[in-house]
C-alpha cells in the first residue's frame, strides 16, 4: 500500500522516530570526535524508511551537515516540521531521487519540505520501481562532488 495515500489517515510515531534521530545524531558524533571528520563533511542518506529517518534528522538536528541523500522516501511528521526545524537545515544540499513507477512511496516530492531551492536536486527515474537503478547511481556519485568538494 502506498504510504502518501494513507498519509491522512495515519499518524508517525513520533516517540519512534525521535529515537530514530538521536541514533542518527550519536552516529554522527562518533564521526565527528573518534574520527576527527567534520560535520560539514558528512552527508547522511538513506532509501524508503531509512530516507525518512534521515531526512527528519537532516532536518532538525543542531548540526551543518554537507548533504542528505533522500531515496524513494516521504517526509515524517510533516504537520510539524516547521516548529521542529533546526536553522542549519535551510542551507543544506539535498539530493531527492524517485522513481515515476515506485508502486510504494508516491513519485512527489514532499510539499512543504523546507529545504533550500539552492540547495535541491529533485530527480525522477523513468521505468524505476521502488529500487535504484544505475542512473540513480550516477547521478549520485555527480552530485556528491558538488557537495563534497575536494
Known sequence: MNRDRLADSIEDDEESMMNSVAVVDSLIEKEVTEQGIHEDRIVIGGFSQGCVVTTLSSLILKRRLAGLIALSGWLALSHKIEELISPTAKDLA??????????????????????????????????????????EIRDISAWLGHALPA
Open 94 to 135: 539535498v539530493f531527492w531521487g524517485h522513481g515515476k513507477q515506485d508502486r510504494v512511496i508516491e513519485h512527489r516530492f514532499p510539499s512543504g519540505t523546507p529545504f533550500a531551492k539552492p540547495g535541491l536536486r529533485f530527480e525522477t527515474y523513468e521505468g524505476m520501481d521502488h529500487s535504484l537503478n544505475d542512473q
